[in-house]
């Protein structure tokens, strides 16, 4: 079906699938990649907890948006089957890879934070911005342009910020470099939405109207990671988990 015969909310559906397919794909394969043995001292110790909580939250997020199931339950359902079903096949295969809980419960949280944003541009008053994402993600090389700020900025920033840390601490900071990389990233994609779509003064309304509910989300993310400290599951997926739920919450109060 070509793009002329389509209007602009099929095309980027169209898109919606295909970008689901390919993170779909890619991710199932990074997930069963043969695994070297562990060492106590890693040349780079990834992290891995971080890694779950975004990409298979970003899996959730892009399914929701597909459509291809239209009730958000049922779509919850099958991205979070699949997460299960992920960890375990690794088990099974001959990969050196562990089922691990902590990682499963890791994507579950990151898929159930993602895809609360479902319908954050539904509401009337924030109907200029949806009509402009809509139209900017109607457009193959837009969506060229945001893999490449996505992945262009974001191993940038995560290889410099690592470098950094190790450098002035002698220790990596994976997790916190992981983290910076992730805000910068998502700063960038942002701003390329707000300059595309001319969202300027939206942008700088909604901003502005939110900033006392963001100052009090960090403040509970940051809480909130303290306390998970005193357990075995990682803290930045906690916090961050918590922020954005709560950055969620800090949008429906400021639209």
């Not at 991205?79 to 295969?93: P, R």
């Not at 190790?166 to 701003?191: E, P, R």
């Not at 942008?203 to 509910?213: A, D, E, F, H, N």
């Amino acid at each position: 079906m070509s793009n002329s015969s389509m209007n602009t909310h099929e095309v980027t559906l169209w898109h919606w699938r295909i970008a689901c397919l390919l993170w779909f794909v890619a991710l199932t394969i990074a997930t069963h990649l043969p695994q070297a043995i562990p060492s106590d001292e890693p040349a780079f110790a990834p992290p891995d907890k971080l890694l779950h909580f975004m990409c298979f939250g970003m899996l959730g997020f892009i399914f929701m948006c597909t459509k291809i199931v239209k009730n958000p339950w049922a779509c919850w359902i099958i991205v979070a089957l699949w997460a299960i079903a992920d960890e375990v096949t690794q088990d099974l295969l001959p990969l050196h890879r562990a089922f691990s809980g902590e990682d499963l419960l890791a994507g579950e949280l990151g898929i159930a934070s993602f895809m609360v944003w479902g319908g954050a541009l539904s509401r009337g008053s924030v109907a200029n911005i949806q009509e402009s994402v809509e139209t900017t993600l109607s457009k193959t090389k837009n969506w060229v342009i945001l893999c490449c700020i996505g992945f262009g900025v974001g191993i940038a920033t995560m290889a410099l910020f690592w470098f950094a840390y190790l450098y002035f601490t002698g220790k990596q900071h994976s997790q916190v470099a992981f983290v910076d990389a992730t805000f910068i990233t998502t700063g960038c994609v942002l701003w390329f939405f707000v300059c595309k779509g001319g969202l300027q003064q939206e942008t700088k309304r909604i901003v502005k109207s939110m900033l006392p509910c963001i100052f009090l989300t960090i403040l509970l993310a940051a809480m909130v990671g303290a306390l998970a400290s005193f357990t075995t599951f990682e803290p930045w997926v906690a916090a961050i988990a918590a922020l954005v739920v709560g950055l969620r919450l800090a949008w429906n109060k400021a639209t």
